[in-house]
Nanobody, 114 residues
Framework: VQLQASGGGLVPAGGSLKLSCRVSGTIFRLKTMKWYRQAPGSQRTWIAQITSRQSTNYEDSVKGRFTISRDNARNMVYLQMNSLRPEDSAVYYC?????????WGRGTQVTVSS
């Protein structure tokens, strides 16, 4: 299973970014997909997920600002991030659980300037 995240960058506070993650090597439509983030000196934390049935959940700090979505035809998962804050600055990772391990893509850096 391979995951490749993209779409990070530098954005001013209050701005928006859309992250993308391309997935291959698995039956994508059956997979729960997740986004995590890791700020410098902090642990990697879960922020959003979407199931194969399109059910979504969010960590409280991003609820109402971030939206996770998926395109099963393209094997893609997205994270639309609005009203960005400096504290959202982190490396963002896409993830999918496997039967014996989790799979991770390389992260994409998001920096929000104040």
């Amino acid at each position: 299973v391979q995951l490749q995240a993209s779409g990070g960058g530098l954005v001013p506070a209050g701005g928006s970014l859309k992250l993308s993650c391309r997935v291959s090597g698995t039956i994508f439509r059956l997979k729960t997909m997740k986004w995590y983030r890791q700020a410098p000196g902090s642990q990697r934390t879960w922020i959003a997920q979407i199931t194969s049935r399109q059910s979504t959940n969010y960590e409280d700090s991003v609820k109402g600002r971030f939206t996770i979505s998926r395109d099963n035809a393209r094997n893609m998962v997205y994270l639309q991030m609005n009203s960005l804050r400096p504290e959202d600055s982190a490396v963002y990772y896409c993830n999918t659980p496997g039967p014996s391990r989790d799979y991770w893509g390389r992260g994409t850096q998001v920096t929000v300037s104040s």
